[in-house]
């Protein structure tokens, strides 16, 4: 049973940051795409970023770019989002991990293109983040 846990949210002054995980398990981590959500209050899904199998290739989406750092750890099952410069309005929301199989492409561009797609192989429970004026 494949499953992908975030954690590391919570309340946060504006100005902070902030690094949440998602731990994978029960697939070979390696082989998979990793990409982050959010999703603020009463707004739709924001792609916010991804990393390829190897971890040598990350897309970050512009509005947070400069921001947001993604990394994984394929030792140890794990993707992580580094979010600096934390922001009230725009980042409170539920930051969700997702998984697609992928072993064999990792361009910049084959990330961005992921995290258009409507449906993805696994996904996790979110995290809430909630930045504090």
């Known amino acids: 049973q494949v499953q992908l846990v975030e954690s590391g949210g919570g309340l946060v002054q504006a100005g902070g940051s902030l690094r949440l995980s998602c731990a994978a398990s029960?697939?070979?981590?390696?082989?998979?795409?990793m990409t982050w959500f959010r999703q603020a209050p009463g707004k739709g899904r924001e792609f916010v970023g991804g990393?390829?199998?190897?971890?040598?290739?990350?897309?970050i989406a512009d509005p947070v770019k400069g921001r947001f750092t993604i990394s994984r750890d394929n030792a140890k099952n794990l993707v992580f989002l580094q979010i600096d410069s934390l922001k009230p309005a725009e980042d409170t929301a539920v930051y969700y991990c997702?998984?697609?199989?992928?072993?064999?492409?990792?361009?910049?561009?084959?990330?961005?293109?992921?995290?258009?797609?409507?449906?993805?192989?696994?996904w996790g429970q979110g995290t809430r983040v909630t930045v504090s004026s």
């Open positions: 997702a998984a697609d199989w992928a072993p064999s492409s990792g361009t910049w561009d084959d990330i961005r293109k992921m995290g258009l797609k409507e449906d993805h192989d696994y």
């Open positions: 029960g697939l070979v981590f390696s082989n998979y795409t």
């Open positions: 990393i390829n199998w190897i971890g040598d290739t990350t897309y």
